[in-house]
């Protein structure tokens, strides 16, 4: 009868430890609430159910199943890889539950009857300490499904965890062939291994549970580590949009400018990246280095003097070359932030748009007529970007161009002023929506 109890309270962990690695280290999804809830009573009845007909293997096997098929039902896309990621969670629930039940026992050389004492005592402080999770972790857990939901691990991590689900499945099932139960004492298995190695027993087992552990605190320390990147990078963002605006504000010609064209350029950049265009330079880290850093192409323009930047006519061809400066201006004032803040992407990115986003495609732009795939692809992207918003928007020497108007001038100074590839795929964009009014209704919220 002990045996049987000892039996269902394995079952019971290694389910229940399984669904909590699945949450809170692997960084699967849940289903909605009442989903989730409904899976979990399912789950415990089916393999209650396995348990009562074919024993504690089989009913082990199904837990890591429905937990597969758990993460297979909770995300939302790549759903039939869940049934893979599985695949390391028995090696690191061994490595946890395996040491701590074979090892003490082993060491301290208790009896059968003493060790069964031990397992019951160590399952009421599992049961415990998992109560107390539930009662006192509530808040904790708000905040890690408001915050954690929308990350996922690197593939360093992922790999980490394999390497460490598969070397603790071999550890301490090594382990658990060389401790046996003999004449009521708990001792080292006669096999080919040997009395002699006997010690290394408790060592290996030690060694697997304090590698487990330590892998899972330093992967969950490396997701809330993350959150907090994340978190200042988009106050870093916010920041440098606020700066941008800031300058922007001076030029009573260019309300919502800057995030206007920062929704361009994520639109074409995406859209290069799916059709596999630039995939040696559009690269997941440039592409959110070039949204980051689109707001800041303009900054120049806050050493332009007022009277020409707001000049309500045509400029003189003095006052454009004055207005030409802005470019690097901003080169300059984004090179000395670099020296200042220290090497960082979206500045690399900053620059570059600064720059070149007034180069021409067969190099009669400014300011130093570079032509072709010279002028680097971020301010390529922007130079659409921002004619177009030139054209479309209200200015106070002109009005708004109709939408046609503007997509006909873009399209007639492809290969001249535009990268030809460019100017395709933001047309690609505007041809995936599937009403003209739902690209004025775009522009129209990003100008507010």
């Not at 350029?265 to 265009?277: F, M, P, Y």
Request: charged share 20%; proline share 3%.
């Amino acid at each position: 009868m002990e045996t049987v109890i000892l039996e269902i309270l394995e079952t019971t962990a290694i389910t229940v430890s399984g669904f909590l690695i699945k949450k809170y280290v692997f960084l699967e999804a849940d289903m909605e609430a009442k989903k989730q809830k409904f899976f979990y009573l399912l789950s415990f009845f089916l393999i209650g159910v396995v348990f009562l007909i074919f024993g504690k293997d089989a009913a082990n096997m199904t837990a890591l199943l429905l937990i597969g098929l758990n993460i297979c039902l909770g995300r939302k896309k790549h759903r039939l890889c869940g049934l893979v990621q599985m695949l390391p969670f028995p090696g690191i629930i061994n490595g946890l539950l395996v040491p701590t039940m074979l090892v003490p026992p082993y060491f301290f050389a208790l009896s059968a009857q003493e060790t069964v004492i031990y397992q019951f005592i160590l399952y009421w402080v599992l049961s415990m300490l998992l109560l107390l999770f539930y009662m006192k972790g509530k808040s904790w857990r708000s905040w890690f499904h408001e915050n954690m939901q929308h990350r996922s691990l690197r593939k360093s991590e992922k790999y980490l965890l394999w390497i460490i689900g598969i070397l603790m499945l071999l550890f301490p099932n090594h382990t658990t062939r060389q401790i046996t139960v003999d004449s009521g004492n708990v001792r080292a298995a006669d096999s080919i291994y040997g009395r002699g190695l006997a010690p290394f027993i408790g060592i290996t087992s030690v060694s697997a549970f304090v590698m487990t552990i330590t892998i899972i605190v330093l992967i969950m320390q490396g997701n809330k580590r993350s959150f907090y990147h994340e978190k200042v990078s988009r106050m870093q963002s916010g920041m440098i949009t606020f700066m941008a605006e800031v300058v922007e504000n001076r030029d009573d010609n260019t309300g919502g400018h800057i995030r206007r064209t920062a929704a361009y350029v994520e639109c074409i950049a995406k859209e290069l990246k799916r059709q596999g265009r630039y995939s040696n330079i559009l690269t997941g880290r440039y592409l959110s280095d070039m949204v980051v850093a689109a707001p800041l192409h303009d900054i120049g323009k806050i050493h332009i003097p007022d009277a020409v930047l707001n000049k309500p006519g045509r400029l003189t061809e003095e006052e454009f070359e004055i207005m030409k400066t802005h470019t690097t201006a901003g080169e300059e004032l984004l090179t000395h932030a670099k020296a200042e803040l220290g090497e960082s992407g979206y500045l690399n990115t900053a620059v570059e748009m600064a720059a070149y986003h007034h180069e021409w495609w067969n190099g009669k732009g400014y300011p130093y007529s570079i032509s072709g795939e010279e002028i680097p692809l971020c301010a390529r992207i922007m130079a659409v970007a921002d004619v177009f918003d030139a054209l479309t928007s209200k200015r106070c020497y002109k009005s708004a161009m109709p939408l046609e108007k503007a997509y006909a001038i873009i399209r007639e100074e492809s290969g001249t002023h535009f990268d030809p590839a460019v100017v395709e795929t933001f047309f690609a964009v505007t041809a995936d929506m599937e009403e003209q009014e739902e690209l004025d209704k775009m522009i129209s919220t990003l100008c507010r």
